[in-house]
């Protein structure tokens, strides 16, 4: 009674002062109870934004506080692993096994000589990985309780030369953490380069700056974010191409960032073009000794596009070889019996137009050797290499390859078979394997070129050369072929003048699975 007697003396700021001092302190027990029944105290979080002010004297208080939410477990059980699994799913699951067709690799030596050829064989497979680039295999897990943002795609950065590292940021704090004053730390490593600044921000300890390990470290979020926006990665290690992995820790979460240090490629250009195929496409022919085809060949190439140069490279012995001077036609005669691939070797090597025709001296232009398609394919899509097929019913019009296996036991699958139709170009599918002849990218094909080993030097395209050629672009380019887009062929056995014997097919057997480090040819394979 008192009490309320009391109450009704006071004014009415009084009465506002008690009741507000009153509700502060009923807020503060029931924020408290709700910490110890739902969330862990010391568990709290809180999102600092760019550009927020942050300071424990003044009025201003953080923005962003959020609880997080508690995951129990889950108890997967036994009958987790027991599940039934889609068949249609699990077969397109990794890489199929190899199954041989045929002889191994094993079945062409003697007992002796095997093992001494997979000691040669093993020490050349290291020497190649070891000059080999690709992508390093990084488990990049990202990790959704980590408070770390960073580029998970990477960075690229040329030889000895520095790059910031662009999007590092700690994304929360813990609140107790700051109004303790507790140090946050980020820490730097990496194999080939050194970490710095780009400008210092007030209050931010750096230790190890210049070196490939180096700390931040600050008592205000803030500063460390915007110290976190200005670390520079210098490259000191030079490489040419290849990645490092550079270390991002803090508080006991890890993130990789794989930065590319890589020169600077520049474009190979050619003359502006004049709108003539001529000016922009040269024809390559390794002449057979069947020099009546291949003046058919050059007579239709001038009758369809004229002007247009070809390189002919003629390796024929002497008794067989006849002097060949047309307008139009660059004639290299090349030392007796090097082969056909030597000869396209020599004669791309010679070509000064953007693009390169590779025909055989069998084969003819007709009315429907649509260059132009093929030109424009090329100029206006991302393929490297574009084919066409033979007028000849049953002529197949391209393949595709498989690796199957393992690093042990690895095998090639080929099928008579092409991919998707390429939008815009209707009749023109992917494939891994063009049949016929075929347009290229005279940069891109030097690259990937033609092996002239003797094993497969006389088979021209009826051996397994053309194949090695293909299996070689696998990843390296992309290859197109257009079933509208023809060519007439005489004679197919008229370019080779000779079937193979059983011992030149075993040399060149053993050479493919050999270089390709295969240990057969698959089942489905031709």
């Known amino acids: 009674m008192v009490a309320m007697a009391g109450m009704k003396r006071m004014s009415f700021q ?3 002062l008690v009741v507000s001092v009153t509700s502060f302190f009923l807020g503060c027990c029931l924020g408290k109870l709700w910490c110890l029944i739902l969330v862990p105290c010391g568990k709290r979080s809180v999102r600092i934004p760019y550009g927020a002010v942050v300071d424990v004297n003044s009025s201003v208080h953080l923005a962003g506080f959020h609880m997080k939410t508690i995951l129990m477990p889950v108890n997967k059980g036994q009958h987790f692993n027991s599940l039934p699994r889609n068949p249609d799913v699990e077969r397109l699951l990794g890489e199929k096994s190899c199954e041989c067709s045929g002889r191994t690799l094993k079945d062409y030596f003697a007992p002796d000589d095997w093992t001494l050829k ?3 064989r093993d020490s050349n497979l290291r020497r190649f990985n ?16 980590s408070p770390v943002s960073y580029p998970a795609h990477g960075l690229v950065v040329r030889p000895l030369r520095a790059v910031l590292l662009e999007g590092v940021r700690v994304e929360w704090f813990e609140v107790d953490d700051y109004f303790r004053g507790t140090v946050f730390e980020v820490e730097f490593s990496g194999k080939m380069g050194v970490f710095t600044v780009l400008a210092n921000i007030e209050d931010v300890n750096i230790v190890g700056d210049n070196t490939d390990n180096m700390f931040l470290q600050t008592t205000k ?9 200005k670390v520079v990665y210098r490259n000191t290690e030079f490489n040419a191409n290849i990645y490092d992995l550079v270390k991002i820790r803090y508080m006991g979460f890890t993130a990789t960032v794989p930065v590319h240090i890589q020169h600077r490629q520049l474009p190979w250009l050619y003359e502006p073009e004049k709108g003539k195929i001529g000016d922009r496409v040269t024809v390559v022919v390794v002449a057979s000794g069947h020099y009546d085809s291949l ?10 596009y004229p002007k247009t140069t070809v390189i002919v490279a003629d390796d024929n012995p002497a008794e ?8 139009n036609v660059k004639y290299y005669r090349m030392p007796h019996n090097k082969g056909y691939f030597a000869g396209l070797n020599l004669g791309i090597s010679q070509v000064a137009t953007e693009y390169v025709l590779i025909v055989d001296d069998d084969q003819y232009f007709t009315s429907k050797t649509k260059l132009r398609l093929l030109v424009s394919m090329l100029d206006h899509t991302n393929y490297h290499l574009v084919g066409g097929s033979v007028e000849n019913p049953g002529h197949t019009l391209g393949s595709s390859y498989r690796i199957l296996g393992n690093a042990t036991h690895a095998c090639l699958e080929s099928q008579r078979q092409v991919y998707h139709e390429i939008k815009g170009y209707p009749g023109c599918h992917a494939a891994d394997h063009v049949d016929s002849f075929f347009l290229a990218s005279t940069a891109d094909i030097r690259v990937v070129g033609f092996d002239p080993h003797p094993a497969q030097a006389r088979t021209g395209r009826q051996g397994r050369g053309m194949s090695e050629f293909f299996v070689a672009a696998l990843g390296r380019l992309r290859i197109a072929v257009c079933r509208h887009v023809t060519i007439e062929q005489g004679d197919p056995g008229a370019s080779t003048g000779r079937q193979r014997r059983a011992a030149e097919s075993d040399m060149e057997d053993t050479h493919s699975l050999l270089r390709n480090n295969l240990t057969c040819r698959g089942q489905n394979s031709h």
């Open 14 to 16: 009084q009465k506002l």
């Open 118 to 120: 997979q000691q040669q």
């Open 130 to 145: 070891r000059r080999r680039f690709d992508p390093p295999d990084v488990y990049n897990h990202a990790d959704g309780l």
């Open 221 to 229: 979020p803030i500063h460390l974010n915007q110290q976190l926006q």
């Open 295 to 304: 003046r058919r060949l050059v007579k239709s190439v001038e009758q369809y």
């Open 320 to 327: 067989v070889w006849k002097a060949y001077q047309v307008r």
